[in-house]
């Protein structure tokens, strides 16, 4: 992979004494994963070039990796040694650190000054797409330009690969300009991190500091970077909101709204109770089943919303109802309000007549739980049976599960968890279900989503033929 950096600002050779590489020479560093060469294509008074190439070596990454676990192919047959990956970005920080961090002890002047520059990555892959890579480098105030590459040009019929070669060009500082790449480059790769560490938030926030705090997608810079690791994501947002500067207050919300809307997005507990409410209300139900309803934090939403009439939580553990019971103060409820709503003791693969003649039902994270006899009872206890008119099923998407570093891989997210499906599974499940009862069936996804992933939670959504 290959970083070019150009500048047209005369004397061009300049850019040697602010890179401490001088023109004439090669130079090559010794790095934990291969090697990385200095030099110079032109350099000349009117323009000069420098190019950073890494030299990757493929085999020495593997070493020391688990060989037991996981994808063996992948560890050796991978971009990794090709693309421009947080490996760049440790070799920006390794080789060109003083002039990323603003150092130049012979020409200190130049060092702080703006100057015309071209970066150009050969190559980037990006996920999310061309728009993704204006919406990052615009606001930073770059030019920039995308060549997209074929998945192989002997077959163009195959389509387009996520391979780009990228150029921004802007008047910055040389620091600033390393500085956004270091931050940059890995936000648009999918692949782990190669620096997995506590102190990455740090890094984040020591390089991103004030120009992230005020771009307008520092949510997803963040989140991307940390690699949906929540609760340092969490960290720094509401660090990066602290050094908002204060102007910018008066066009947008106040930082207080701002953060709780942060935390909403960001406890996928609450995003998908959020989702099922929004299903079932969408369906214009008034009576409502929470079928595996835990510690009640659903049904307490359903409370709130007047629309529902009636509403029944069904729970196999008599410990989680009591808990319910005490969360939503169902002995202090006013009697109206109590009179909406009922716990039962009960379980789901039983067929039961108490959850008969509702117009909707949810299983919230429930399915996940049981093994494949007794899920199948619970199919015809709820689709057969119940038969209410709209069912929302949610289960986790066990795609995503590589986008949380603390599980360890092939883990599943829950000891109880009998299954975690793929979404090809899950709507497979989904589908032939609602085949066999009458019902058709919607998918949407919970949570943020990830190009490649999907989102961290699945749901279906079941609405029964007339
Ligand atoms: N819906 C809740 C709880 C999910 S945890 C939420 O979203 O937070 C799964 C729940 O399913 C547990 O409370 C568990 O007791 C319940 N459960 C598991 N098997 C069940 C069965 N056969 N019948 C009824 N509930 C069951």
Not at 162 to 184: E, G, N, P
Not at 296 to 317: A, C, H, P, T, Y
Request: a negative charge.
């Amino acid at each position: 992979m290959l970083l070019t950096i150009t500048t047209d600002h005369q004397p061009a050779t300049d850019l040697g004494y602010l890179l401490h590489k001088h023109p004439e020479r090669l130079q090559s560093f010794d790095l934990a994963f291969g090697k990385a060469h200095v030099f110079y294509p032109e350099a000349d008074v009117q323009r000069c070039s420098a190019c950073l190439l890494l030299d990757v070596d493929p085999v020495g990454m593997v070493r020391g990796k688990n060989r037991n676990q996981g994808d063996l192919l992948g560890h050796y047959v991978n971009d990794r040694s090709y693309v421009a990956s947080s490996l760049l970005s440790v070799a920006i920080a390794q080789v060109l650190g003083t002039a990323m961090a603003g150092r130049c002890n012979q020409r200190p002047e130049l060092a702080s000054t703006p100057l015309p520059f071209e970066a150009r990555l050969d190559v980037l892959p990006v996920r999310g797409g061309e728009r993704f890579l204006h919406e990052i480098f615009e606001p930073l105030g770059y030019e920039v330009e995308a060549e997209r590459y074929l998945l192989d040009p002997e077959f163009p019929q195959w389509g387009e690969s996520v391979y780009y070669s990228v150029t921004i060009r802007a008047t910055v500082t040389l620091s600033d300009l390393l500085t956004h790449l270091y931050v940059l480059i890995p936000v648009f790769d999918n692949e782990k991190h190669y620096f997995v560490g506590e102190d990455e938030l740090e890094k984040l926030l020591a390089k991103g500091g004030a120009w992230l705090a005020a771009h307008p997608q520092k949510e997803q810079i963040s989140r991307r970077y940390l690699r949906n690791r929540h609760s340092l994501y969490r960290q720094a947002l509401s660090r990066l909101l602290e050094m908002e500067s204060p102007e910018s207050d008066e066009e947008s919300p106040r930082p207080a709204a701002q953060e709780e809307t942060l935390e909403r997005t960001l406890s996928l507990n609450d995003q998908r109770h959020g989702a099922v409410l929004a299903a079932l209300k969408a369906s214009g139900a008034r009576s409502v089943l929470d079928l595996g309803c835990g510690e009640g934090k659903l049904l307490r939403d359903l409370l709130n919303e007047k629309q529902f009439e009636q509403i029944v939580g069904m729970d196999v553990s008599f410990r989680s109802l009591e808990f319910a019971q005490k969360r939503l103060k169902l002995d202090r409820l006013p009697e109206r309000q109590a009179q909406r709503l009922k716990l039962l003791h009960g379980s789901l693969i039983y067929r039961d007549r108490r959850l008969e003649g509702f117009d909707a039902a949810a299983l919230v994270e429930v399915i996940e739980h049981l093994d494949s006899p007794r899920l199948a009872a619970l199919e015809r206890v709820v689709f057969e049976f119940a038969q209410p008119k709209t069912v929302v099923v949610t289960t986790p998407n066990q795609e995503y599960n590589v986008m949380w570093e603390t599980l360890p891989a092939g883990q599943f997210r829950h000891n109880d968890h009998r299954f975690e499906w793929t979404q090809a599974e899950f709507q497979a499940w989904a589908q032939q279900v609602a085949g066999q009862h009458g019902y058709a069936v919607r998918f949407l996804p919970v949570g943020p989503e990830d190009e490649t992933v999907g989102s961290p939670t699945q749901m279906g959504m079941f609405t029964r033929r007339l």
